[in-house]
C-alpha cells in the first residue's frame, strides 16, 4: 500500500502558515535557522544519524536579530535572506522615500484634480551582481519598489561601480544594488544608495530601513510604479575611457572573480599601448590581502612571469583592490593613498583632499572623516575634495560627477602616474617614503 504523509502539521516559528513534515525535514537537514528555536526542532523523522549530530552541535549557535553590517544588508541565502525579506528591505527604503515627499490629496472630495500638481513616485535604480542568487533576490526588490508606486529602473546585472553610475546619471531618488560582496558564496545582500549615488552604511538611515521592513508598509497609491530597463554600461564605459590617456607602455596584470570586470578591462585595453594579463581568481571572503594569500601567490607569479609594471588583485565588489609592485610584493594601502593623493594634488594644486581619521595625522592638511563609505562620499562631496584616500580597507575615491570608488579608476590613475617616468613602481613607492621621513 502506498505511504502517506503523517498529518501532523508544523509552524516555523516568526512565519504565519504551517508546514508539512516533509518541509521541516527538509529546512532541518538544511540548517535553517529559525529550527534552533522551533519546539519541533528534536522531531528528526529519518535524518541521518550524522546530520542529527550536526544539528546538535548547532543548536546553541547565536541567532542573528539583524542582518545589517556596516555598508548595507548581509545573510545567507534562503536560510536568512530571501525574496520575501528581501522585499521586506525594499519596502523599508520605499516607505522611507514616501515619507520625506509624501503625496499631496485633494481640498475636497468634488475638487478637480490638477494634473499639474500630479507627482511621480521616487526613481529607484536596482541591479545585481553576478552570484547566482542575485537574480531571485533582485526580482523580489523590483516587485516591492513597483508595489510601493516608485518608478523602478533596471540596470540589471552589472558591478557596483557601473551601477553607482547608474544612480547618480539616472539622477535616482535611491538605488538597490542586490550583492554578496565581502562574503563567501552561499551569502547574498542589500546595498543602498541614496540621491546622488552616495551609500547608506551604517547609521540613523540604514537602522530606519530595518525597522520599517519589520512592519507593515502601506501603499502609498493603488497604481504600480513604471519599470523600464537601462544599458547603464555604455556611458558607463565611456566616461572611464577618458582617464586612459597619455600613457606609456606598460604591462599590467590584474586578478578578479568578476568576468564583467574581465570583460571591461579587456576593452579598455584594446585600445591602449598597454599590455594586460588577466586572471580570474576565486570567489571568497577575504578581508585585506596577506602575504601567502593564494590569489596574492597566484597574482604575483604572473607579474614576475610576464614582468610586469605592477599587478592589481580586485575584490568582487569591484571597487576594493590591492596593488603589487613590479616584484609582485603588496604596498600597503596607506601608501597608494599617500601615492594618489600626492598625483591628485599635482593635477588640482591646493584642492582639498579626505583621508579616514584613523591616519590623518600622518597626512598633514587632510580633512578626517569615518570609514564608512557614507561618511567618505558626504565629506568629500560638502568639501568639494579631489582624492579620499584609505587607510586599510583598499578603497579611493576620485571626484568624479558624484564622488566615485571604482577600481578601474583607480587603476588608471596609478597608470597615470606610472607614466609620468621610467621608474619602477618600488623605487617611486621609495622615494615617497623617504619624502615622508624627511
Given at each position: 500500500?502506498?505511504?502517506?504523509?503523517?498529518?501532523?502539521?508544523?509552524?516555523?516559528?516568526?512565519?504565519?502558515?504551517?508546514?508539512?513534515?516533509?518541509?521541516?525535514?527538509?529546512?532541518?537537514?538544511?540548517?535553517?535557522?529559525?529550527?534552533?528555536?522551533?519546539?519541533?526542532?528534536?522531531?528528526?523523522?529519518?535524518?541521518?544519524?550524522?546530520?542529527?549530530?550536526?544539528?546538535?552541535?548547532?543548536?546553541?549557535?547565536?541567532?542573528?536579530?539583524?542582518?545589517?553590517?556596516?555598508?548595507?544588508?548581509?545573510?545567507?541565502?534562503?536560510?536568512?535572506?530571501?525574496?520575501?525579506?528581501?522585499?521586506?528591505?525594499?519596502?523599508?527604503?520605499?516607505?522611507?522615500?514616501?515619507?520625506?515627499?509624501?503625496?499631496?490629496?485633494?481640498?475636497?472630495?468634488?475638487?478637480?484634480?490638477?494634473?499639474?500638481?500630479?507627482?511621480?513616485?521616487?526613481?529607484?535604480?536596482?541591479?545585481?551582481?553576478?552570484?547566482?542568487?542575485?537574480?531571485?533576490?533582485?526580482?523580489?526588490?523590483?516587485?516591492?519598489?513597483?508595489?510601493?508606486?516608485?518608478?523602478?529602473?533596471?540596470?540589471?546585472?552589472?558591478?557596483?561601480?557601473?551601477?553607482?553610475?547608474?544612480?547618480?546619471?539616472?539622477?535616482?531618488?535611491?538605488?538597490?544594488?542586490?550583492?554578496?560582496?565581502?562574503?563567501?558564496?552561499?551569502?547574498?545582500?542589500?546595498?543602498?544608495e541614496s540621491a546622488g549615488a552616495v551609500p547608506i552604511?551604517?547609521?540613523?538611515?540604514?537602522?530606519?530601513?530595518?525597522?520599517?521592513?519589520?512592519?507593515?508598509?502601506?501603499?502609498?497609491?493603488?497604481?504600480?510604479?513604471?519599470?523600464?530597463?537601462?544599458?547603464?554600461?555604455?556611458?558607463?564605459?565611456?566616461?572611464?575611457?577618458?582617464?586612459?590617456?597619455?600613457?606609456?607602455?606598460?604591462?599590467?596584470?590584474?586578478?578578479?572573480?568578476?568576468?564583467?570586470?574581465?570583460?571591461?578591462?579587456?576593452?579598455?585595453?584594446?585600445?591602449?599601448?598597454?599590455?594586460?594579463?588577466?586572471?580570474?581568481?576565486?570567489?571568497?571572503?577575504?578581508?585585506?590581502?596577506?602575504?601567502?594569500?593564494?590569489?596574492?601567490?597566484?597574482?604575483?607569479?604572473?607579474?614576475?612571469?610576464?614582468?610586469?609594471?605592477?599587478?592589481?588583485?580586485?575584490?568582487?565588489?569591484?571597487?576594493?583592490?590591492?596593488?603589487?609592485?613590479?616584484?609582485?610584493?603588496?604596498?600597503?594601502?596607506?601608501?597608494?593613498?599617500?601615492?594618489?593623493?600626492?598625483?591628485?594634488?599635482?593635477?588640482?594644486?591646493?584642492?582639498?583632499?579626505?583621508?579616514?581619521?584613523?591616519?590623518?595625522?600622518?597626512?598633514?592638511?587632510?580633512?578626517?572623516?569615518?570609514?564608512?563609505?557614507?561618511?567618505?562620499?558626504?565629506?568629500?562631496?560638502?568639501?568639494?575634495?579631489?582624492?579620499?584616500?584609505?587607510?586599510?580597507?583598499?578603497?579611493?575615491?576620485?571626484?568624479?560627477?558624484?564622488?566615485?570608488?571604482?577600481?578601474?579608476?583607480?587603476?588608471?590613475?596609478?597608470?597615470?602616474?606610472?607614466?609620468?617616468?621610467?621608474?619602477?613602481?618600488?623605487?617611486?613607492?621609495?622615494?615617497?617614503?623617504?619624502?615622508?621621513?624627511?
Open positions: 500500500m502506498p505511504t502517506t504523509e503523517p498529518t501532523t502539521k508544523y509552524q516555523c516559528p516568526g512565519e504565519r502558515g504551517l508546514i508539512s513534515q516533509s518541509v521541516h525535514l527538509a529546512r532541518l537537514s538544511a540548517f535553517y535557522p529559525a529550527c534552533r528555536e522551533c519546539v519541533h526542532r528534536h522531531d528528526t523523522g529519518q535524518i541521518p544519524p550524522r546530520t542529527v549530530v550536526h544539528l546538535k552541535e548547532t543548536e546553541n549557535r547565536i541567532h542573528r536579530d539583524s542582518l545589517l553590517t556596516d555598508e548595507g544588508v548581509r545573510g545567507i541565502y534562503l536560510n536568512e535572506l530571501n525574496r520575501e525579506r528581501a522585499a521586506a528591505y525594499a519596502a523599508g527604503l520605499a516607505g522611507l522615500l514616501w515619507r520625506s515627499s509624501p503625496l499631496k490629496a485633494r481640498e475636497g472630495l468634488h475638487a478637480p484634480m490638477d494634473i499639474s500638481s500630479v507627482r511621480l513616485g521616487p526613481m529607484v535604480v536596482v541591479g545585481f551582481d553576478e552570484r547566482p542568487s542575485s537574480p531571485d533576490i533582485a526580482v523580489g526588490v523590483v516587485r516591492a519598489l513597483r508595489t510601493m508606486s516608485c518608478r523602478v529602473i533596471d540596470v540589471g546585472q552589472v558591478t557596483r561601480p557601473c551601477f553607482s553610475f547608474a544612480v547618480n546619471h539616472m539622477q535616482a531618488t535611491a538605488g538597490v544594488f542586490v550583492t554578496g560582496a565581502g562574503c563567501s558564496p552561499v551569502w547574498t545582500g542589500l546595498d543602498f552604511s551604517t547609521g540613523t538611515t540604514l537602522n530606519e530601513i530595518e525597522q520599517l521592513a519589520d512592519g507593515p508598509n502601506p501603499r502609498p497609491s493603488r497604481q504600480a510604479g513604471q519599470l523600464r530597463a537601462f544599458h547603464a554600461a555604455l556611458p558607463y564605459e565611456a566616461a572611464l575611457g577618458k582617464h586612459f590617456h597619455a600613457l606609456r607602455p606598460l604591462k599590467v596584470v590584474c586578478g578578479c572573480c568578476s568576468d564583467l570586470v574581465g570583460d571591461l578591462l579587456t576593452r579598455t585595453f584594446e585600445k591602449l599601448p598597454c599590455e594586460l594579463f588577466f586572471t580570474k581568481t576565486s570567489l571568497r571572503q577575504r578581508g585585506s590581502l596577506a602575504a601567502g594569500d593564494a590569489d596574492h601567490k597566484l597574482l604575483a607569479d604572473e607579474v614576475r612571469l610576464h614582468r610586469a609594471h605592477l599587478g592589481l588583485l580586485i575584490e568582487d565588489d569591484a571597487r576594493t583592490c590591492h596593488v603589487l609592485d613590479e616584484r609582485g610584493e603588496i604596498i600597503a594601502p596607506l601608501d597608494i593613498t599617500r601615492l594618489l593623493l600626492r598625483y591628485m594634488q599635482t593635477q588640482h594644486p591646493g584642492e582639498p583632499v579626505v583621508v579616514e581619521e584613523s591616519v590623518a595625522a600622518q597626512v598633514p592638511g587632510a580633512i578626517s572623516c569615518d570609514a564608512t563609505s557614507e561618511s567618505m562620499s558626504r565629506t568629500m562631496t560638502d568639501n568639494s575634495a579631489v582624492y579620499g584616500g584609505s587607510a586599510v580597507s583598499g578603497r579611493y575615491w576620485f571626484r568624479e560627477s558624484a564622488p566615485t570608488c571604482d577600481a578601474v579608476l583607480t587603476l588608471a590613475r596609478l597608470l597615470q602616474l606610472l607614466s609620468r617616468s621610467d621608474a619602477e613602481f618600488s623605487r617611486v613607492v621609495e622615494s615617497l617614503e623617504r619624502s615622508a621621513a624627511g
